[in-house]
């Protein structure tokens, strides 16, 4: 077996390797040093890729540029740690500028050991090369649990070299004594128990992406037909495309194809285009609370179209399930969080689409046990809803989606507001599109990025904000005298950050409510005089309604909701249990 169980630290390194030999890489280029031991050692055990010793890190990156020249394939160049690898820097801008790949891989002290003054530790990330890598990353120290990132990292190092243009990528890669391949008696996992076919059966010199300019009819059809007699499922995650319908059809014409059921996020246009996807799940959360049925539908492939929802239910799921796993994407980002055995078509659903043969007319059980329980979570968590009087934040988003006028855009804040368009956003045919800062994830910026969109917008906007978001950005209200057009400001105020009350944390106070929670008491109604800003509060369910049955053409209006967050969040977790009971 080429992977080698004598320590931790081989065996990181001989992961990395076995997953750079089977995407094709030929040769490697090694700079004497100690820190390296681990990578030295496996490169030099690897069967299938040149190890060439050069003394001099200059000499030898320009060596690596010059075989990568030459064969058109990524070289890897290995280094100790400290200033070696900053003799590689003029190669590296040269592999740049002349478009070259070129896989760095730096050695590294673990963290402990920097800016402690220990010998031969200097700052070794993107110090060292700048702009110039296509891509640069640090592992994680090694661990027998993150086997699976391991080689997922390093294969999107590997196409990311080459692609979208060819150029140098960057590795650091701190290790621990030993460095030595000494015997680690217990390791955590044992060599017998390790499926090296499972783990890399996928991989192969053109396993890390499918490009737009390889996409024929047959390559489609031939990718259809291995995977219409699966257990398969599409997860429509976050995405706010410039032509949502276009999209949301290509979905479809997926999902019709392969009879794959379409686990749509809150914040994909999908869902409000529901007219158009007979295979959509909308309560996907919620069903998978249940362990048996988790259990029962555990899949054996899964499409993922956008970036991945914000559902940690789902994410343990497929984390459980280690499906094989195909991304559709058109960018060069690794939009795989969960590390699973994922490959690329890097294109968009549109363009796929269009090579996507005739769906089939034979019944799938499948996916019909899929829409069996769509039907009985959509129909409890609506009637649940329904009877709701008191103000509880989860209700404000489940009757946006029924009331707001046809092709309303909307701004949905980070936090609870995302949790609970995903949890509780109903399918609907009024081509909402939802718009989002879900790039970081954070707070800042909301108001004034929902300004921004609704600032000559044809049609009025609305932005769905808990306080303390709104609260981090109030200057944008000084936008109010250029902005042209229409927001209303859906305020869910309950003084503090009700996310918080969803953690561990919670049940630790103090600290909690004076350091997670954070509440600040703020009279939004004087707020909002400051600032020239209509204010009204709602007090009632219906007043809610009147206020969003037709939307103003012109200004900013605050209209605020006053909830519990203690009792918003008791409601969730009640509702998830009787859900996961009753199912």
């Known amino acids: 077996m080429p992977i080698d169980f004598r320590n931790l630290n081989m ?143 390093i294969a999107y190092g590997w196409e990311r070299t080459l692609s979208p243009i060819a150029g140098p990528v960057h590795v650091n890669i701190p290790f621990r004594d030993p460095l030595a391949p000494i015997l680690q008696l217990d390791l955590g996992i ?43 499922i599409i997860v429509a995650g976050v995405a706010q495309p410039q032509h949502p319908e276009a999209y949301v059809k290509a979905i479809a014409h997926l999902a019709k194809t392969l009879n794959f059921p379409v686990l749509a996020e809150g914040l994909s246009p999908v869902r409000n285009y529901a007219h158009l996807n007979p295979h959509l799940i909308s309560t996907y959360d919620l069903i998978l609370r249940n362990p048996e049925i988790a259990q029962e539908l555990s899949a054996d492939v899964v499409i993922q179209i956008g970036d991945f929802p914000t559902s940690k239910e789902l994410r ?33 659903i549109e363009q796929l689409s269009r090579f996507l043969p005739e769906p089939p007319s034979e019944a799938n059980p499948y996916l019909e046990r899929w829409r069996t329980l769509e039907h009985w979570g959509r129909s409890h968590l609506d009637r649940v809803l329904e009877t709701i009087d008191p103000l509880l934040e989860p209700k404000a988003p489940w009757l946006l989606s029924q009331i707001l006028p046809a092709q309303t855009p909307i701004f949905i804040s980070n936090s609870m507001p995302v949790r609970d368009v995903e949890w509780f956003w109903t399918p ?47 200057n944008g209200f000084l936008i109010r005298p250029y902005f042209q057009g229409h ?50 509060l709602v007090e009632t369910w219906e007043q809610f309604r009147q206020y969003l049955a037709q939307l103003p053409d012109r200004g900013i209006r605050l209209l605020e909701i006053q909830c519990d967050r203690h009792l918003d969040s008791q409601w969730r977790k009640q509702i998830f249990n009787n859900f996961r009971i009753n199912t």
């Open 11 to 153: 065996l990181w390194a001989s992961i990395l390797v076995e997953t750079l030999e089977r995407l094709g890489l030929r040769t490697a280029i090694i700079c004497p040093g100690s820190r390296s031991t681990p990578l030295t050692v496996a490169f030099a055990a690897q069967r299938g890729i040149e190890a060439i010793p050069i003394l001099d890190e200059r000499s030898a990156a320009f060596f690596a540029l010059g075989r990568a020249k030459q064969s058109g394939l990524p070289t890897a160049l290995v280094c100790t740690s400290g200033t070696a690898g900053a003799n590689f820097y003029p190669a590296v801008i040269e592999a740049a500028e002349s478009r070259v790949p070129l896989m760095v891989l730096t050695t590294d002290r673990p963290p402990e050991l920097r800016q402690t003054h220990a010998g031969q530790t200097i700052d070794q990330g993107k110090i060292f090369y700048g702009n110039y890598p296509t891509w640069q990353t640090e592992l994680g120290l090694p661990d027998v649990d993150l086997l699976a990132y391991l080689r997922q990292a």
């Open 428 to 474: 609907n045919t009024l081509k909402i599109h939802p718009y989002f800062n879900r790039g970081a994830n954070g707070i800042d910026g909301i108001l004034s990025t929902a300004l921004g969109m609704a600032h000559r917008h044809q049609q009025p906007g609305i932005l769905l904000t808990g306080d303390l978001a709104l609260l981090h950005d109030t």
């Open 487 to 536: 927001l209303t400001i859906i305020l869910i105020n309950n003084n503090g950050g009700g996310i918080f009350e969803h953690l561990p944390i919670a049940e630790y106070n103090p600290p909690f409510e004076e350091f997670f929670a954070t509440p600040q008491s703020i009279n939004f109604a004087q707020l909002c005089q400051t600032y020239a800003i209509e204010y009204h």
């Open 316 to 348: 343990q799921w497929l984390k459980k399930c280690n499906p094989r796993q195909w991304i559709i994407d058109p960018t060069y980002q690794n939009l795989d969080p969960l590390h699973n055995q994922a490959q690329f078509w890097r294109c968009s």
């Open 190 to 232: 044992r060599e017998e128990e390790f499926d090296l076919d499972r783990f890399f059966g996928f991989l192969n010199p053109r396993s890390a992406s499918v490009s737009s300019i390889d996409i024929t009819p047959e390559a489609v059809q031939t990718w259809c037909n291995t995977l219409r007699s699966s257990r398969g």
